[in-house]
């Protein structure tokens, strides 16, 4: 099936905003010092006996850093993945196995978990670095070799690892992947043999999102994996498509939305590590803390599943929710300097928190699964920002940024974004094309613009409809210019449960953060009104606003970032009366 919007290639989208910052800084100062042999070292010497997961972490810190070299090209970090991606592919043994679990271990505990992760850096490797007949031929024999395990334990996937089947179902999408770039028919009918297990031994999740059932219900409710497992028919109707397979995508992705994602684009809570979906919109302005985490990796996971489902079906609410993440949760869970990312994003949001940088999650290995995957979210920007569409390209983030692309009479093409967004509401966009040429260009038009936006090409207006894409079909000649000017006016959202509210400004969510008060008080009363003004922020902090009762606020990503425990901050307020 063809996807309805198609990545650009490596390198072609250059953030420069916000978003373009932390990705660099991420590469600079985390994903270039990580010790990748040590990360190797579990599947040289197959001694994971305690049944954990040090295996995963070579996956998603290896996909985490392709993702980020495709958004920032930089050819130190591309040596540093030839070598570890060589340096995996020694650990394979003659029967083409890949796992840190020694044999009479394999198959249960978190071992599949971790052959997926293989796999999922070996087949982005192959499709977006290089189509290495070595690679894939070694994605093939992994994949067989488990397979063959399957066959002669006699048990399904279901049987095995973690969480009632999904975690080990979960590596459905990867088996997509080897199929991808390998072609073998038994892969694609692993794949459906795995779709129509239904991934869990509670019951079929596919048929549970088709039923409404909400997520926190479906399996045990492990976001993560559960997540991960619709990942993969998202996957596998790329290239199988079966009508009912975009019915429960879509099903699925709204169940999410509609029950467990927070304010600021994230889910995650119920247990200390904030990994489970439990209802988690209505228990936004819960108090206690271990009920609201907002785990990084289900922030990624998330993300990664709107991605996917963004390309196969176009709908712009899906870019809308992509843009609250990136912008709120995920800039958010970052240390400043992009050393470090939270494991829980933060608890409470309701109340006094902070943030904490992620701990060494296995004792003594020096790494946590949410510090591997939150380069990742950050490398996505990029690769939705700009996209292919039929007949042209469609933009979905406006933060400053330069991004080539070739038309669709191949002819080359260039567009600048310029103006500060999200912190201002002046987008500016200026057309370099080498020949005038008719094609289509798409604006996202964010569910939230405030009504005194406007639009303009060349100067003359042009009517836009909120939460759709704008279609600008014309003859498109070098210098043309898109200019947007959004309604950054500031917007008070209530909780759910109406017991709280919160102010936004743009994408952006605002918080009170100690920094900003005169006695490093938060959690007071936020005046209603909608009435505020923007200010100068000082060091550390993006973004103020102070509103009208002289209450001041900060951006989401800034409120907190000196991750100490006197730097505090609130979203949800009580209302002042």
């Given amino acids: 099936m063809k996807d309805v919007f198609v990545n650009l290639p490596p390198g072609t989208v250059r953030l420069k905003g916000p978003l373009g910052n932390a990705l660099y800084l991420t590469v600079q100062n985390r994903l270039k010092k990580v010790d990748y042999r040590h990360l190797v070292d579990p599947f040289r010497f197959r001694k994971e006996k305690d049944g954990l997961w040090r295996s995963e972490f070579w996956g998603k810190?290896?996909?985490?850093?392709?993702?980020?070299?495709?958004?920032?090209?930089?050819?130190?970090?591309?040596?540093?993945?030839?070598?570890?991606?060589?340096?995996?592919?020694?650990?394979?043994?003659?029967?083409?196995?890949?796992?840190?679990?020694?044999?009479?271990?394999?198959?249960?505990?978190?071992?599949?978990?971790?052959?997926?992760?293989?796999?999922?850096?070996?087949?982005?490797?192959?499709?977006?670095?290089?189509?290495?007949?070595?690679?894939?031929?070694?994605?093939?024999?992994?994949?067989?070799?488990?397979?063959?395990q399957l066959e002669t334990s006699g048990k399904?996937?279901?049987?095995?690892?973690?969480?009632?089947?999904?975690?080990?179902?979960?590596?459905?999408?990867?088996?997509?992947?080897?199929?991808?770039?390998?072609?073998?028919?038994?892969?694609?009918?692993?794949?459906?043999?795995?779709?129509?297990s239904g991934c869990s031994q509670k019951h079929n999740i596919f048929e549970a999102a088709l039923a409404g059932v909400p997520p926190a219900e479906i399996g045990n409710g492990k976001a993560y994996e559960l997540t991960s497992c619709f990942q993969g028919i998202a996957e596998l109707y790329r290239v199988a498509p079966e009508d009912h397979f975009k019915e429960i995508l879509t099903a699925y992705w709204r169940l999410?939305?509609?029950?467990?994602?927070?304010?600021?684009?994230?889910?995650?809570?119920?247990?200390?590590?904030?990994?489970?979906?439990?209802?988690?919109?209505?228990?936004?302005?819960?108090?206690?803390?271990?009920?609201?985490?907002?785990?990084?990796?289900?922030?990624?996971?998330?993300?990664?599943?709107?991605?996917?489902?963004?390309?196969?079906?176009?709908?712009?609410?899906?870019?809308?929710?992509?843009?609250?993440?990136?912008?709120?949760?995920?800039?958010?869970?970052?240390?400043?300097?992009?050393?470090?990312?939270?494991?829980?994003?933060?608890?409470?949001?309701?109340?006094?928190?902070?943030?904490?940088?992620?701990?060494?999650?296995i004792s003594g290995f020096g790494e946590d699964c949410c510090l591997a995957q939150g380069p990742e979210a950050l490398?996505?920007?990029?690769?939705?920002?700009?996209?292919?569409?039929?007949?042209?390209?469609?933009?979905h983030l406006y933060e400053d940024m330069e991004a080539d692309f070739a038309t669709p009479g191949k002819n080359r093409g260039k567009l600048e974004i310029s103006g500060g967004y999200p912190y201002c509401g002046g987008v500016k966009i200026v057309?370099?094309?080498?020949?005038?040429?008719?094609?289509?260009?798409?604006?996202?038009?964010?569910?939230?613009?405030?009504?005194k936006s406007k639009l303009k090409v060349n100067g003359k207006v042009c009517e836009a409809l909120s939460g759709e894409y704008l279609s600008l079909t014309r003859i498109w000649n070098d210098g043309d210019c898109v200019e947007l000017d959004f309604d950054l006016s500031l917007r008070v959202v209530r909780a759910p449960d109406l017991s709280r509210i919160a102010v936004q400004s743009g994408p952006l969510v605002l918080a009170q953060d100690s920094r900003l008060s005169d006695h490093g008080e938060v959690d007071l009363p936020a005046p209603g009104d909608c009435r505020g003004k923007m200010i100068p922020a000082p060091e550390g902090i993006s973004s103020v606003w102070e509103l009208s009762d002289g209450l001041k606020l900060c951006d989401y990503a800034s409120a907190g970032n000196r991750f100490a425990l006197d730097n505090r901050f609130t979203v949800w307020s009580l209302e002042k009366k």
Avoid at 257 to 280: N, R, S
Avoid at 379 to 395: Q, Y
Wanted: glycine share 10%; net charge negative.
């Fill in 256 to 361: 999410v939305e509609k029950y467990e994602i927070f304010i600021t684009g994230i889910g995650g809570l119920k247990d200390m590590g904030g990994e489970y979906w439990g209802y988690g919109k209505w228990g936004q302005t819960r108090r206690d803390p271990g009920v609201l985490l907002g785990e990084t990796c289900v922030s990624t996971t998330w993300l990664r599943y709107s991605d996917v489902l963004l390309r196969v079906t176009g709908v712009s609410a899906i870019a809308d929710e992509m843009e609250r993440t990136l912008y709120n949760g995920i800039l958010g869970a970052m240390r400043p300097d992009g050393t470090g990312w939270t494991h829980g994003n933060p608890t409470p949001l309701a109340g006094s928190a902070n943030k904490r940088a992620a701990d060494d999650q």
């Fill in 431 to 451: 057309l370099n094309v080498s020949v005038p040429e008719e094609w289509t260009l798409l604006l996202r038009i964010p569910s939230w613009r405030g009504e």
């Fill in 61 to 148: 810190i290896v996909r985490s850093a392709i993702h980020a070299w495709r958004g920032t090209g930089d050819p130190e970090l591309l040596t540093i993945i030839r070598a570890t991606v060589s340096d995996l592919l020694s650990t394979q043994t003659p029967d083409g196995c890949i796992s840190s679990y020694p044999e009479n271990l394999q198959l249960s505990g978190w071992d599949i978990w971790g052959r997926k992760y293989v796999l999922h850096a070996l087949v982005r490797y192959y499709e977006e670095i290089e189509r290495s007949e070595k690679v894939a031929y070694a994605c093939e024999r992994l994949l067989d070799h488990l397979m063959k």
């Fill in 379 to 395: 490398g996505m920007a990029p690769l939705s920002a700009v996209m292919c569409a039929e007949n042209g390209m469609v933009i």
């Fill in 156 to 196: 399904t996937l279901r049987q095995c690892g973690e969480h009632q089947g999904l975690a080990a179902s979960s590596i459905l999408d990867a088996v997509v992947g080897v199929y991808r770039i390998t072609g073998k028919k038994r892969f694609l009918e692993f794949a459906r043999e795995i779709v129509r």
